[in-house]
């Protein structure tokens, strides 16, 4: 089974505007995290958001926020006021565990597309 | 914030010959970092664990032969692409979390390499 899955491959949003992309993840693990990432064009993964399975807050980093639900198992990362930079590919990605040497699994990713 | 340098950040190579990319954090200590590959329009996916003083630990159906790595320190990995045939042409992109104790820190990762084999 998927443990990290994205159902939207390809998203538009109109400039301004706010976005909500998915990820649901699967972990018969206690601790974990959820990560964002924005991938450009260029290739590098840019770090966004971080959720751990044991903050009971969303957790808000200036435009992102990221929509927690445990019982769901859902981590959908909302992007407020978008802009045209970003336009990116989007990965949500899961670290079972509690431990630095842990990898993360991503999600098969989401391209945003932000209309002018 | 921490940063990790992956050279060389595009690559052209003929069949047979062989490739290494590097990959330093440059301002914390890594035991453990990570190798992906990026194929075109898909996601990431793990290779191989580089373990410091280790040998690496790889992801089922990576050929190890093929895929060397070497963590010679905490601050650097190295992943060599043996006899590279056009297959293996990819992106290639690692990605290291500082040596703190706690769940927070993210991956930070390279700026990848791309690899066109001919």
């Known amino acids: 089974a998927q443990k990290i899955t994205q159902t939207q491959p390809g998203m538009f949003v109109q400039e301004k505007e706010a976005v909500t992309l998915d990820c649901t993840y699967d972990?018969?693990?206690?601790?974990?995290?959820l990560f964002w990432y924005k991938q450009p064009s260029s290739g590098e993964m840019i770090f966004l958001i971080y959720?751990?399975?044991?903050?009971?807050q969303n957790a808000t980093e200036g435009r992102y926020s990221l929509n927690f639900q445990k019982a769901r198992k859902s981590a959908n990362l909302v992007i407020s006021a978008s802009q045209l930079g970003d336009s990116a590919m989007y990965f949500c990605?899961?670290?079972?565990?509690?431990?630095?040497?842990?990898?993360?699994?991503f999600g098969g990713g989401t391209r945003l597309m932000v209309k002018p | 914030g921490a940063v990790v340098s992956q050279h060389p950040s595009r690559v052209i190579c003929k069949s047979g010959t062989s490739v290494k990319i590097e990959c330093r954090s440059l301002?914390?200590?890594?035991?453990?970092m990570f190798w992906y590959r990026q194929f075109p329009k898909q996601s990431l996916m793990l290779m191989a664990t580089?373990?410091?003083?280790?040998?690496?630990?790889?992801e089922q159906g990576v050929e190890k032969d093929k895929f060397l790595i070497n963590h010679a320190s905490l601050t650097l990995s190295t992943l060599t692409v043996t006899s590279a045939h056009p297959e293996d042409s990819s992106f290639y992109i690692c990605?290291?979390?500082?040596?703190?104790?706690?769940?927070?820190?993210?991956?930070?990762f390279g700026n990848g390499t791309r690899l066109t084999v001919t």
């Open positions: 990605s290291a979390r500082p040596d703190t104790p706690g769940g927070g820190s993210p991956l930070h």
């Open positions: 972990t018969s693990d206690q601790s974990y995290g």
């Open positions: 959720q751990g399975s044991y903050d009971e």
């Open positions: 990605a899961m670290r079972e565990g509690n431990n630095a040497g842990n990898m993360l699994t």
């Open positions: 301002d914390f200590q890594a035991t453990t």
């Open positions: 580089s373990n410091e003083g280790s040998k690496a630990t790889y």
